[in-house]
């Protein structure tokens, strides 16, 4: 079964400070990996995009890496801002069987305090 | 060029009641996925429609259907209410031509609150 994991599951940081969050992923063989950042009540925003032989991304103050090997990604945050406070989400798409149906993790609850 | 559209942005009905969601998909789009999403939770995948069909669907009861319209935008239509069908129901718009999903986009989603 195809599953996305990410840790930790919530984060409180303060304004300025880095952070970075992980992704676990068993999906193979995938097509591409996404970060995506949801605010309350919101649908969610892609961040980046990474096919299985891209390394990293960025955009802005979002960095995200892919480790194929280990089935890892993590994505960092760069001199947090308070609007960064959201959840943040790995979803893989696989490249098999016909089903490009992506795969979400539960997401991570980042908070940036002042 | 706009964006993907949902109605309404909240809404609250009865335990037994039925609802009807929509959705109309970005500029160029072709297909619509429909997912619920539980309070701290991921979105959960519910069906996906092209060409006016079912194309896949997620582990939901049939309580849950849909229907996509020739101008590629989607209902999704929930019978027998229960209290835990309240969720914030998000809707993606895709082209079946970029299997990858690279141009997959969210609308910002209905707030269905059960009571």
């Known amino acids: 079964k195809n599953q996305v994991e990410q840790s930790p599951q919530s984060l409180i940081i303060l304004e300025g400070k880095n952070c970075t969050l992980q992704?676990?992923?068993?999906?193979?063989?995938?097509?591409?990996l996404r970060w995506y950042k949801q605010d309350t009540g919101r649908g969610p925003v892609s961040l980046t995009i990474?096919?299985?032989?891209?390394n990293t991304k960025s955009n802005g103050r979002y960095t995200a890496t892919l480790d194929a090997d280990t089935k890892q990604s993590s994505l960092h945050i760069t001199a947090s801002q308070l609007s960064d406070s959201a959840s943040y989400i790995c979803?893989?798409?696989?490249?098999?069987?016909?089903?490009?149906?992506?795969?979400f993790g539960r997401g991570t609850s980042l908070i940036v305090h002042p | 060029d706009a964006g993907v559209t949902q109605s309404p942005t909240h809404l609250i009905k009865t335990r037994g009641q039925q609802v009807t969601l929509r959705c109309s998909p970005k500029s160029g789009h072709d297909t619509v996925s429909w997912y619920q999403q539980a309070l701290g939770q991921g979105p959960q995948f519910i069906f996906q429609?092209?060409?006016?069909?079912?194309?896949q669907r997620g582990n939901f009861p049939d309580r849950f259907s849909g229907h996509q319209f020739p101008n590629y935008s989607s209902e999704l239509n929930v019978n027998a209410l229960l209290l835990g069908d309240s969720a914030l129901y998000l809707c993606?718009?895709?082209?079946?031509?970029?299997?990858?999903?690279?141009?997959?986009?969210f609308g910002s989603g209905t707030r269905l609150t059960v009571v």
């Open positions: 979803v893989v798409t696989p490249l098999s069987g016909g089903s490009y149906i992506p795969t």
């Open positions: 993606a718009s895709s082209v079946m031509a970029d299997p990858a999903n690279y141009g997959y986009t």
């Open positions: 429609y092209y060409e006016e069909e079912e194309r």
């Open positions: 992704c676990n992923y068993t999906v193979s063989p995938f097509s591409n």
């Open positions: 990474m096919t299985f032989s891209e």
